[in-house]
């Protein structure tokens, strides 16, 4: 896997001077990033091949995850400092509580979980320390700290999903559903979006900020890649390396 780089924006930009800042936050958060969009358990997927216990994990943790997005949205559009940036999130934010929740309730229903399940189940470490870092990032946090969580969450769903886009469909339509989701234009353009406002806010700020912004960036991959191992290995715990920067 590609190796971080540790240097600023501005010594990326000596190296590479027709980076994005964007760029820059992905190379500062290898190899994690590619970790997270590369997970054997996004690959199986595309091919079909996941486990029913381990997709149904999956969903689960994620329809739990799903008010919290939600909330993280929320404080994005109040923060966000033009009508244009608080248009673009609010309309994900709709598709979010309306297309997407569709889709969870008719998954579980073809996986075979039951109402109760879903509907009441606590989220697991890993997902608990996902949603704090959304939260506070958005909440307590700048603009800039709540639109880096975000772009990471997806853009690295929009990675994998145009990835996965790529082979003939699985034949369960809750993972043919759910590539499709990530790998329609309409993401695509909301992830570029997020890219493009995040270029222009996070190049502006001092190098300090900057710094702060790769940090969360780097955080959210690692969490990206943990949330995957999770359903795909059923192991629930929060890796060491994660708990000890909590």
């Known amino acids: 896997m590609p190796e971080a780089f540790s240097g600023s ?18 190379a500062r958060a290898e190899p994690h990033w590619s970790a997270a ?23 689960i943790e994620d329809y739990t995850f799903i008010t919290d997005l939600a ?6 559009v109040a923060k966000a400092p033009s009508m244009r940036s608080k248009a673009r999130l609010s309309g994900f934010l709709a598709l979010l509580t309306s297309e997407e929740n569709n889709y969870f309730l008719r998954s579980f229903d073809a996986l075979g979980v039951p109402a109760a399940t879903y509907e009441t189940a606590a989220q697991g470490p890993v997902t608990r320390a996902f949603a704090d870092l959304l939260l506070t990032s958005s909440g307590k946090g700048t603009y800039a700290e709540g639109l880096a969580c975000l772009l990471c969450a997806e853009w690295c ?16 339509f809750y993972l043919a559903e759910w590539i499709d989701l990530h790998a329609v234009e309409g993401f695509e353009s909301f992830v570029n979006w997020i890219r493009e406002e995040m270029d222009a806010v996070g190049s502006a700020l001092g190098a300090a900020e900057q710094e702060r912004l790769a940090v969360i960036f780097t955080r959210m991959s690692m969490l990206e890649t943990a949330f995957f191992d999770a359903a795909w290995t059923g192991e629930a715990a929060l890796p060491a390396d994660l708990a000890a920067r909590s």
């Open 9 to 26: 924006f501005q010594e990326f930009l000596t190296t590479t001077p027709d980076a994005r800042f964007t760029d820059w936050l992905t």
């Open 37 to 59: 969009t590369g997970h054997a358990f996004t690959k199986a997927i595309g091919d079909g091949t996941t486990p029913d216990d381990a997709y149904a994990r999956y969903l």
């Open 71 to 76: 909330s993280t949205l929320g404080y994005l």
């Open 157 to 172: 769903y929009l990675t994998w999903g145009l990835r996965e886009a790529q082979k003939p469909r699985p034949q369960h």
